[in-house]
Every structure is written in structure tokens, then in C-alpha cells.
């Protein structure tokens, strides 16, 4: 009798502990959400250039915690950015701008989600950073940055091959190699 | 510790029970689709060996199972590999993917095999055929760089 009572027990307890991890999931759901209903409304804002400058803000984010070597925080800007576009309003756009948004929103979104989920491997976020800088700059090309921005090179990344991507500064912090080389690069183009 | 031989039996219940729950097995029966790799972009004889034996299996329609992947709780392991795998990139479905993302896979392609990261070591751990050589790793990455360049040009 004893034995069955604690085999129970033993089952309950391992119900409960799958529950509570539901539970905490949700809530985890929630709270972001709720962030994401916040940031929609504060932007409210009419052009192209003003609805990107969320994405924007959350993208140079990530830029400015690779070229601090800091995988946590390129992660958690990356899940604001996931949730971001998420938010995204589309309507100041025109249908030739939509087509394009949507076309580089379904790439640059698994390339955040992939930033977001991986940290602990800065090299991996890395990668996934310089297919996003290629999105976010063709993002920028089509819609205009509302800010001026740095379209900056890296010659020496990934075994000399180099990488692009977009600055704030005209001064250079390089994301692809960190503190390690944090000057290397220079600017290609500037954008408005 | 009287509590032991009884959760035992219980284990070995349930074992028993998961045996008769086997996930929708991923196969294609031999049918090509119009979007796939091979139906969209260039791909090589050897090239198409090698992604077949260590790719396919989780990024494509079609898995060629194991004996042991009958045996419950490995089948739903394996599926939700499979299902990852495929969410992530699906050669058997390559031409839904929009220009950009196609570029995009293909980079990917390339970092995961300079990187080791793909194939999976859990993977090639029971697949050693699966392993790719360094000869190997030179045919896929120059391979996918070209495919991606041929992309980027006909834009």
C-alpha cells in the first residue's frame, strides 16, 4: 500500500512539474505581448522611414551588443526585433513597398529569431547577423532611414570573404569581429 | 526505497503502452515535386549523393528510417527532429522559397558545414556514412557559393 501511495505521489508531483512549465510559458507569452501592444502604440507614426525606425532602433541593438562581444544582450534585442515585426504597421506604405517588406520581413524575421535564440554562440549569431544587415539595408534602400546610418565593410571577416552592415556612427565598431578588431572596417555609403 | 520496484512496473507500462503510438512517418514514396532542389537550380550528381546521405534525412520529404526508429520514444525523437529540420530548410520544397530566402538557405548552407554545426553530431554519431570529409565539406560549400552567386546575379 505504501509503495503505491508514494508511485502516486511520484506521478503527481511530475504532473505538477509539467503544468507549472505551462504555466510559465504562457505567462512568459503574455508579458511579451503586452510589451509589443506598448511599442505599437507609442510609434505612431505616418511614413515608411517613421514605421521601420522600431526595427531600426532593435537592429542596431544587436549591432551594438556583437561589437561588444555580448551575446546576451544581441539576443535579447533580437526577440524585441522578432516581436517588433510582429507589430510592424504597414499601412503608411505604398503596394510596391508592402511587396518588398514582406519579402525581406520573412527572411530578416528567421534570421532575429535564429540571433534571439542563440545565445551563447556569438559566432553563430554572427552569421545570422550578416544576412539580417543585408535585409535591413535593402529594407532601409527601398523605405529611407529617417536617420542618417553607415553602411560600413569589414574586409577581414569569415576568412577575408567580409561583411556589411549598418552603423549609427561614422566612427567604426565592428560587430563581425568584436573587441578583438573593433575598428576594423570602413564606411561604403551613407544613408538618409 | 520500497517505492522502486513498483515505479519500475510503472515505467515499463508506459514503455510498452508508447509502443503503439508511432508518429506519421516522413516519406514522399518516390514522388519529386516541381519545387524541389533539383527541379529549381543546378545540382550536381555528386553533389546530390552527398546532401541525399547527409541531409535529406532531416531536410527533405523523405527519411530513410532506421529499424530502430520503429522503437518508441526514439520515433518521436526523430520526428521532431525531422519536423525542425524541415521548418528550418526543405530541399524537397526549395522553389516555395522566395529569391532572398533561397540566397539566404544557401548561406546558411555554407556556415553550418564550415562551421560542423551541420550535420548534426547526434547525428552522424549513429549515421557515420553520414559524416561529411573535408572533400566533401569543399564540394557542398563551393556548390551552394555558386549556386547563391548565380542567384544574386539574376536579380
Avoid at chain 1, 504597421?89 to 503596394?95: E, I, N, P, Q
Wanted: net charge neutral; hydrophobic share 35%.
Amino acid at each position: 500500500m505504501k509503495t503505491l501511495i508514494s508511485s502516486i505521489a511520484l506521478s503527481t508531483f511530475f504532473f505538477v512539474a509539467c503544468n507549472n512549465g505551462n504555466q510559465t510559458t504562457k505567462m512568459d507569452k503574455n508579458t511579451s505581448s503586452t510589451s509589443t501592444v506598448d511599442q505599437g502604440t507609442k510609434e505612431d507614426l505616418k511614413t515608411a522611414a517613421g514605421s521601420i525606425s522600431g526595427l531600426l532602433t532593435n537592429y542596431l541593438q544587436i549591432k551594438n551588443a556583437l561589437s561588444k562581444d555580448n551575446d546576451q544582450e544581441a539576443a535579447t534585442a533580437a526577440k524585441d526585433m522578432v516581436n517588433a515585426f510582429g507589430s510592424f504597421d504597414k499601412a503608411a506604405l505604398t503596394t510596391e513597398q508592402a511587396k518588398v517588406y514582406n519579402d525581406i520581413e520573412e527572411d530578416a524575421l528567421q534570421h532575429a529569431t535564429h540571433i534571439a535564440d542563440n545565445s551563447g554562440k556569438i559566432d553563430h549569431q554572427r552569421e545570422h547577423f550578416e544576412i539580417l544587415s543585408k535585409d535591413i539595408y535593402d529594407l532601409v534602400k527601398e523605405m529611407g532611414a529617417g536617420q542618417k546610418l553607415y553602411y560600413t565593410n569589414c574586409p577581414m571577416y569569415n576568412n577575408n570573404k567580409g561583411a556589411n552592415w549598418l552603423s549609427e556612427t561614422k566612427e567604426v565598431q565592428n560587430p563581425y569581429l568584436g573587441q578583438s578588431m573593433p575598428t576594423c572596417g570602413t564606411v561604403k555609403e551613407e544613408l538618409n | 526505497m520500497s517505492w522502486i520496484k513498483p515505479g519500475l512496473l510503472i515505467l515499463l507500462i508506459v514503455m510498452l503502452i508508447i509502443q503503439f503510438i508511432q508518429p506519421t512517418r516522413n516519406l514522399d514514396n518516390g514522388q519529386v515535386l516541381s519545387v524541389a532542389l533539383t527541379e529549381v537550380v543546378d545540382v550536381p550528381q555528386n553533389v546530390q549523393a552527398i546532401l541525399q546521405t547527409s541531409c535529406y534525412n532531416c531536410h527533405s520529404n523523405n527519411t530513410l528510417y532506421p529499424w530502430y526508429s520503429r522503437i518508441q520514444p526514439v520515433s518521436w525523437w526523430m520526428a521532431s527532429h525531422i519536423k525542425k529540420g524541415k521548418e528550418e530548410l526543405n530541399f524537397s520544397e526549395f522553389g516555395n522559397y522566395s529569391n532572398r530566402m533561397r540566397e539566404s538557405k544557401l548561406k546558411s548552407i555554407v556556415g553550418s558545414v564550415e562551421d560542423g554545426t551541420m550535420p548534426l553530431p547526434s547525428f552522424t554519431w549513429m549515421h557515420v556514412k553520414a559524416k561529411l570529409s573535408n572533400e566533401e565539406k569543399v564540394l557542398i560549400i563551393n556548390w551552394a557559393t555558386k549556386t547563391r552567386d548565380s542567384l544574386s546575379l539574376n536579380k
